[in-house]
């Protein structure tokens, strides 16, 4: 069966729906115009929808509220010393620029309440925003920013007027090629097997990366061969469906090698070989949490970049006597680098309680009464660790400077609290660095001159380039929105024009 829809998306994630509704609005005066999004997930949301530390943005209303001091350039910055002087600094440059609007958009368009802000690994300033807790139940940001776009474009389909329509189970195996070498559609089946085809003016590839692949034959055992079978935050759907469908055409990749491990993965008390884990959010560590070995000793600033904690953890937390463990029977199955992550009172209290217990609910997450509990709980000499964390407590104290471990941000002491929250976390592959070669209007770059293929344009992790060697905490969620309204423009620009 053929079908036809002037602008086809592939991919419901952040990236996909935001360039649907943005191609819808900038169409709302077009006649005929309509817009296809294709999922082959049973629903949208990818992995956005686990997204739990939130999204960067400088100069919103937030930061003001909070008196931040901020400046895209410090934003900038940062970005591109993460990226380790590899990221595309116009893609930073436009990122970065647009941040502001991004975020205000999901707070005014849809009532977004991104009111809470922190200080994450690799930022000099309190810039990355989530929601609030509400009534002690926590709102995840990933699940309610998916939700509240899903439920805009489920508004567009049942409104009558055919604009808009979304076919969930569906699985593109190819992009049509035009003429010209551009693109002309795409083709994909459901799951009853059947065989589809859509024209299309404009295809926008929003496919995600390929982290969820595991051990299984793909891009992961072929370009990071040392993180297959790694542990992982994605799902299984995480494949580079889109890298292989934009290749076929000529298009061409960008660091493919990057790979981002996320450092805290939680590993499960009841499950610690379990290979896809729940992410213990940048957040943990941004609000106060911090990391030790199975010796209850420091290791490392807890707010470095993702990159150099990782390293850190393997480096430190890998031998018989430092990998931490839950005290179970099968604790042995677990990771073979982990650390205990702690959070003191205080700390949780800025996190959110609500949302440790959800983790708590999962087993992910327990509480020790005192120092002494929490020495007992990890199986460690109390009085070692009570000297760890008086020595952090110590470093807190001196206004402006760093520690042994050069840390100079010391969110909340830690020595006296009255309570602890503590889990046992272990590096994950969590995002592709790499992916298509795209520029700043999204349009997806040939391998063999560079140039642009007609109708073909990309957003989120299915591109490469702009985090070079290792991804900024925050900027994934951020890439999502300001690159995949970008597309949703561009692609209605092009249609307007024909």
Not at 71 to 88: I, K, L, M, P
Not at 299 to 327: G, K, Q, S
Not at 367 to 387: F, I, W
């Amino acid at each position: 069966m053929t079908t036809r829809a002037n602008i086809v998306v592939i991919g419901g994630g952040l990236a996909g729906m935001s360039a649907a509704l943005e191609a819808l609005h900038q169409t709302r005066n077009a006649v005929g115009v309509s817009v296809a999004l294709l999922e082959k997930e049973t629903r949208t949301g990818g992995n956005s929808a686990k997204a739990s530390s939130g999204i960067n943005g400088v100069l919103t209303r937030t930061q003001q509220a909070q008196r931040v001091v901020d400046s895209v350039r410090a934003f900038a910055r940062d970005t591109e010393r993460s990226g380790h002087g590899r990221s595309n600094e116009t893609l930073v440059r436009k990122l970065t620029e647009d941040s502001t609007a991004a975020v205000t958009w999901l707070q005014k368009e849809f009532g977004l309440d991104l009111d809470v802000l922190a200080q994450l690994g690799g930022h000099s300033a309190p810039r990355t925003h989530r929601r609030p807790e509400v009534g002690g139940k926590p709102q995840p940001v990933g699940w309610g920013v998916v939700s509240a776009l899903a439920e805009r474009l489920g508004a567009y389909a049942r409104d009558g007027s055919g604009r808009f329509r979304l076919e969930t189970g569906a699985h593109v195996t190819q992009l049509l090629k035009a003429s010209d070498g551009g693109v002309a559609g795409a083709e994909y089946t459901t799951a009853n097997g059947a065989r589809h085809r859509v024209r299309a003016d404009v295809v926008v590839l929003a496919t995600g990366g390929f982290a969820g692949e595991g051990a299984r034959p793909g891009f992961l055992r072929e370009y990071a061969p040392q993180l297959a079978g790694l542990a992982s935050t994605n799902g299984a759907f995480a494949t580079g469906d889109g890298l292989r469908l934009a290749s076929a055409l000529g298009a061409a990749l960008v660091d493919m090698d990057q790979v981002q491990v996320h450092p805290t993965g939680f590993v499960a008390a009841a499950d610690p070989a379990n290979p896809t884990k729940f992410l213990a959010a940048e957040a943990l560590r941004g609000e106060g949490g911090i990391l030790l070995d199975a010796q209850g000793a420091r290791f490392v600033d807890e707010l470095d970049t993702r990159d150099r904690v990782t390293a850190a953890i393997f480096r430190h937390c890998a031998a018989p006597d430092t990998c931490a463990r839950h005290n179970s029977t099968n604790a042995g199955q677990g990771p073979s680098a982990a650390a205990f992550l702690v959070l003191p009172q205080a700390a949780a209290d800025r996190f959110g309680l609500g949302s440790l217990g959800f983790y708590a609910k999962m087993g992910l997450v327990s509480r020790a009464a005192g120092v002494d509990g929490l020495a007992a709980a990890l199986r460690v000499d109390a009085k070692v660790l009570r000297e760890t964390l008086d020595a952090y407590d110590a470093a807190r104290s001196t206004s402006g400077q760093s520690d042994a471990y050069g840390k100079s941000v010391f969110p909340e002491a830690v020595a006296a609290a009255e309570a602890y929250f503590w889990g046992v976390v272990t590096p994950v592959t969590h995002y592709c660095m790499g992916g298509l070669r795209f520029d700043t209007r999204t349009r997806v770059l040939r391998a063999a001159d560079g140039a642009p293929i007609r109708g073909l344009l990309a957003a989120g992790e299915v591109t490469g380039g702009l985090h070079g060697a290792n991804r900024l905490a925050g900027n994934s969620l951020l890439e999502c929105v300001v690159y995949g309204r970008e597309a949703g423009r561009q692609a209605a620009t092009a249609v307007k024009a024909l």
